[in-house]
């Protein structure tokens, strides 16, 4: 019994000392990422358009388009063995050369999930779009050949919030063109 107190004892004492030891705090690393929306801005405004202008940026809201993306699109995605992987529907707004919107993204074997949408016209007649799966947060970054016509081909890549492997494929799709009587 004396020898259970005595070991009670030296485990009491073992976690006093503990909790007495200083905390060293180490100030010599960067200090930490904070993601709260309070510091969430951009720390030089003068230079956003220049950096924007080297890295190829998001467009000009202010430029003159060579063409209008306005409007419903339909896109159909397939991996590189030619499986079906989704099929999106968006409706597309349009700022001088920006493009952005909303839609839905109907992946195979899920359901049917909100996206959203931003990109640019590139210079000709391709549009770079970023789609946003708002449940399973993924990004599908496509690039659209001939957005100037009611049929379109490219390209796209899938990145999953996840992790995991890039999913990359050919899309097709085009203008979901409303019909009117004559």
Same mark, same amino acid.
């Given at each position: ?5 005595? #070991?009670?004892?030296?485990? #009491?004492?073992?976690? +006093?000392?503990?909790?007495? !030891? ?21 720390? $030089? ?7 924007? !202008? ?28 030619? *499986? ?6 968006? *409706?597309? /707004? ?10 839905? +993204?109907?992946? /195979? ?16 007649? $391709?549009?770079? #779009? ?13 690039? +659209? ?7 379109? $081909?490219?390209?796209f890549n899938a990145y999953s ?6 999913? !990359? ?14």
């Amino acid at each position: 019994m004396k020898s259970v107190g005595v #070991l009670f004892s030296a485990v #009491l004492l073992a976690c +006093i000392v503990a909790q007495a !030891a200083p905390v060293i705090i180490n100030t010599s690393g960067p200090a930490p990422l904070d993601l709260s929306p309070e510091n969430m801005n951009i720390v $030089s405004t003068e230079h956003t358009d220049e950096y924007l !202008a080297k890295v190829g940026g998001l467009g000009v809201a202010g430029g003159t388009a060579a063409f209008n993306a306005s409007g419903g699109w339909s896109f159909d995605l397939r991996d590189n063995a030619d *499986k079906p992987v989704a099929s999106m529907d968006l *409706k597309l /707004f349009q700022a001088g050369n920006l493009v952005f919107g909303k839609g839905t +993204i109907m992946s /195979f074997g899920k359901q049917d999930q909100a996206i959203t949408a931003y990109g640019s016209i590139a210079e000709g007649n $391709s549009m770079n #779009l970023a789609a946003i799966s708002l449940d399973d947060v993924n990004l599908y970054r496509l690039v +659209i050949n001939n957005a100037n016509t009611n049929a379109v $081909s490219g390209n796209f890549n899938a990145y999953s919030s996840k992790g995991g492997a890039t999913l !990359a494929g050919i899309l097709s799709g085009g203008r979901n063109v409303q019909r009117q009587l004559s």
